[in-house]
């Protein structure tokens, strides 16, 4: 009788542990997140705006002198990329989790806006000028990416 | 089946250790990459400006731009930092999910 009630305490006991287990510590493989899940959307966003970029650039450097560069032949490209950025930065900023990402993009944004108006001001831009612009947006690009594929 | 804790314990500790020595490395090539980067950007910068080819208020410009850059390569290895510990918490929690449920 003895080891019977000893059985069935120690049972209970596991039960406990376990019942007490289970209550405490599986919800947080579902709860306790640091970051956004990997967004494979967003992700081919910034893909697709760094190209974009890039593209705008390599275009400039291969189809007109620095005299034919003038602003108004290519402020629709830069309209174009800067409403990319900005609905980059929307989406990162509404993802929970997010502040550095979203952050990044905002990053990216002011440099691209600068970068306008440094075009504007000018009326031109140079060779040595376009391919640093390009250095600079391209390893702002490398850092979102890899932030984003942190998240895979 | 009976609950081994001290069995739990020991494979809770070896995904820790091997989680957390992944993540410490990725984040040191990381680090190498945006070093690296950086300095060839500069450099890049810096022979601009030597050629004539920038003048006061570009290169202010760039230097506040590699300031950005450096915020935004610290926000990233943040990110990079979090993804490491989270998976330290996946396997932990995994770990002892798989435990329980053999006991269940």
């Known amino acids: 009788m003895i080891t019977y009630l000893a059985g069935m305490r120690s049972i209970t006991l596991l039960l406990y542990r376990v019942t007490l287990l289970v209550t405490l510590l599986l919800p947080l493989s579902s709860c306790f997140s640091l970051l956004p ?23 400039m450097l291969e189809h007109a002198t620095p005299e034919e560069r003038v602003y108004r032949e290519y402020q629709w490209g830069y309209v174009d990329i800067e409403a990319e950025l900005i609905a980059l930065e929307r989406k990162n900023r509404i993802r929970p989790l997010n502040k550095e990402s979203a952050r990044n993009c905002q990053l ?33 690009f490398f850092t979102i990416q890899t932030g984003e594929e942190a998240k895979r | 089946m009976a609950f081994n804790f001290d ?15 992944k993540g410490t490395k990725r984040v040191k090539a990381l680090v190498q ?30 230097l506040r731009h590699n ?38």
Request: aromatic share 8%.
């Open chain 2, 67 to 104: 300031k950005a850059i450096l915020e935004a390569q610290f926000n990233t290895v943040k990110i990079v930092g979090k993804a490491a510990v989270q998976n330290i918490i996946n396997g932990v929690v995994g770990v002892l999910e798989q435990a329980v449920r053999a006991v269940i």
């Open chain 1, 108 to 140: 990216a944004l002011n440099m691209w806006r600068d970068y306008k108006q440094q075009h504007k001001e000018k009326n031109t831009l140079s060779d040595a000028i376009i391919e640093l612009n390009r250095t600079y947006m391209n390893d702002m």
């Open chain 2, 33 to 62: 990459t945006f070093a690296e980067q950086n300095r060839d950007r500069m450099e890049q910068t810096m022979q601009a400006y030597r050629n004539g080819e920038l003048t006061e208020a570009d290169l202010a410009m760039y």
């Open chain 1, 37 to 59: 899940k990997y967004n494979e959307q967003v992700a081919g966003q910034i893909e697709q705006v760094a190209k974009q970029v890039d593209r705008f650039y390599l275009n």
């Open chain 2, 7 to 21: 069995q739990v314990l020991h494979d809770m500790l070896a995904v820790v250790t091997a989680q957390g020595g």
